[in-house]
């Protein structure tokens, strides 16, 4: 069955090389890893080893994840997909209310009135 879809879909697996070809063309990012890696799964783990190298050296500050978030998050989640997915959307917001506090202190902004210093 799986044979026929690919023939009616005109759909070719891809192989090692195309993977990688297209990959490269992607951004320089995912370029420079592919042009070290030699099979689709060196590439994944080279991936997974820079994405983790880059959340290893974020430095949240003020905006880091609170033991008390962590209790009330955990709490209403009824798995850990859906504790991992509130983790990251409070993050969302922590990155925006950073963002936004970057823009009023670059702004000479005092507080939420707008008054300016």
Same mark, same amino acid.
């Given at each position: ?8 879909t ?6 090692n090389e ?8 992607? &951004? /320089?990012?995912?370029?420079? @890893? #592919?042009?070290?890696?030699e099979?689709?799964?060196a590439? =994944?783990? %080279?991936?997974?080893d $820079?994405?983790?190298?880059q ?11 609170r ?9 209403r989640?009824? &798995? /850990?997909?859906?504790?991992? @997915? #509130?983790?990251f ?6 990155? =925006?209310? %950073?963002?936004?506090? $970057? ?7 005092n507080?939420?009135?707008g008054?300016?210093?």
């Amino acid at each position: 069955m799986k044979q026929n879809q690919n023939v009616a879909t005109n759909h070719q697996p891809r192989t090692n090389e195309a993977f990688l070809k297209a990959v490269s063309m992607n &951004d /320089s990012k995912t370029r420079d @890893i #592919s042009a070290e890696a030699e099979s689709i799964d060196a590439f =994944q783990n %080279a991936y997974t080893d $820079r994405l983790f190298q880059q959340i290893e050296r974020v430095q949240p500050g003020h905006y880091d994840f609170r033991l008390d978030e962590y209790n009330a998050l955990s709490e209403r989640s009824c &798995d /850990s997909f859906s504790l991992m @997915i #509130s983790v990251f959307k409070l993050g969302f917001i922590k990155g =925006q209310r %950073a963002e936004k506090a $970057r823009v009023k202190k670059q702004l000479g902004i005092n507080n939420d009135k707008g008054e300016v210093a």
